[in-house]
């Protein structure tokens, strides 16, 4: 967070002056302002002092914009930290050679009508020129981490939105799938007759709002959604009839505990479609919630029917892409999913980490 705030402390400082003349402008104003100050001494500020500020940054600036454009650019940044070393060590020798020249000859031919002579010895004007060079090269390195670390927030937040938008859309997936299903089974009952028919109508009522209006949050209330589970399964038994044996057990120390909703819904979906639609001789469900420190633990077990039904098949397909989907964007590398079909059974065990009652790691 302090990263963050730093970042777009800097980011504002840096569109105050967008043009990167203005900012390099502003830079050596000040220089000169600091350098006629110690060139001026106690005497005050006289003309002969600001042409010597003038000239003596001029001797600066071919050395430090050397560094700046070509030995950071090409040499640092390739990590070539020997070369770049010698490189530099080379250039502000240079620099101050450059001034000795400047001031000894140079100014002679420029500025005939002024004498001047170098001041500062050669170990002193390397100190000058080490003192800009280091400077210049800090706030060169340091713009360029606060560039890279404002790419990085920025990248970070699209991989937010996108992840929240693939959330969405799959949650937008589930729903529908549940509903087609759910509206199937009660048109099967009306066209029998059947006393159940209200019943189902109820049950399917009170679990669309529970999907519509209670799940729209990344996260909802264990109890609840356990509960809309268990609505659902009893809505499947009403549908399954009494030669299906059906069981779900659910853990009672949900209190307090948060998890990914709807996670479960495809699951319970392919228990009965796997075992009770299609099937020949007796047919089971059995649906195990349990609580383990954490970790919310899923079982899922069933007999395993012949479907003609290939759209059906299609739609369990779909539910489980769905399911793999969202677990690797809601807990990556963070929970356990195996599915395993042998003879004549089905299993899914389903292991996810649970908010609440103890923060969890990177939540």
Same mark, same amino acid.
Request: with cysteine; charged share 25%; hydrophobic share 40%.
């Given at each position: 967070m302090n990263d963050m705030r730093t970042v777009n402390i800097y980011t504002a400082m840096m569109k105050i002056p967008k043009q990167r003349w203005l900012q390099h402008l502003l830079f050596w104003l000040l220089a000169f302002y600091i350098l006629l100050r110690i060139f001026a001494g106690s005497a005050g500020i006289e003309k002969i002092d600001v042409i010597y500020t003038l000239i003596f940054i001029a001797t600066l600036l071919p050395g430090i914009y050397l560094n700046l454009f070509v030995l950071?650019?090409?040499? #640092?940044?390739?990590k070539r930290y020997v070369l770049y070393s010698f490189l530099l060590l080379l250039c502000v020798f240079a620099t101050a050679c450059l001034n000795?020249?400047? $001031?000894?000859?140079?100014t002679d031919i420029i500025l005939p009508g002024y004498y001047f002579i170098s001041y500062y010895e050669f170990s002193d004007l390397v100190k000058f020129s080490l003192v800009f060079t280091g400077i210049t090269t800090l706030l060169k390195l340091s713009k360029g981490w606060f560039l890279l670390m404002e790419t990085r927030n920025q990248l970070a937040r699209l991989e937010k939105?996108?992840?929240?938008?693939?959330?969405? &859309?799959?949650?937008?997936?589930?729903?529908?799938?549940?509903? $087609?299903?759910s509206l199937a089974g009660i048109y099967s009952l009306v066209l029998q007759n059947s006393a159940k &028919?209200?019943?189902?109508?109820?049950? #399917?009522?009170? $679990?669309?709002r529970y999907v519509l209006y209670e799940t729209s949050g990344e996260r909802v209330d264990?109890?609840?959604? #356990?509960?809309?589970?268990? +609505?659902?399964?009893? #809505?499947?038994?009403?549908r399954a009839g009494?030669?299906?044996?059906?069981?779900?057990?659910?853990?009672?120390?949900?209190?307090?505990?948060?998890?990914?909703?709807?996670? $479960?819904?495809?699951?319970?979906?392919?228990?009965?479609?796997?075992g009770i639609k299609? &099937?020949?001789?007796?047919?089971?469900?059995?649906?195990?919630?349990?609580?383990?420190? +954490?970790?919310?633990q899923a079982d899922f077990e069933n007999n395993i029917g012949v479907s003609a039904d290939e759209g059906a098949r299609k739609t369990q397909g779909i539910g489980l892409v769905n399911l793999?989907?969202?677990?690797?964007?809601?807990?990556?590398?963070?929970?356990?999913?195996?599915?395993?079909k042998e003879k004549e059974r089905f299993t899914v065990n389903l292991t996810i980490p649970l908010y609440g009652k103890t923060p969890l790691p990177g939540n």
């Open positions: 950071i650019s090409r040499v #640092l940044s390739r000795i020249l400047t $001031f000894s000859k140079l939105e996108n992840a929240e938008t693939r959330l969405d &859309a799959l949650k937008k997936q589930v729903n529908p799938h549940f509903l $087609f299903n &028919a209200p019943e189902v109508v109820l049950r #399917l009522s009170d $679990f669309l264990l109890t609840k959604e #356990l509960s809309a589970m268990n +609505d659902y399964v009893e #809505l499947q038994k009403l009494k030669e299906a044996e059906v069981e779900i057990q659910l853990p009672s120390d949900t209190t307090g505990r948060q998890v990914a909703p709807l996670l $479960f819904l495809p699951l319970i979906e392919n228990c009965f479609k796997h299609g &099937a020949s001789g007796p047919v089971f469900t059995k649906i195990v919630f349990r609580v383990s420190g +954490d970790h919310l793999r989907n969202r677990l690797d964007l809601l807990y990556a590398g963070r929970h356990e999913l195996k599915i395993s």
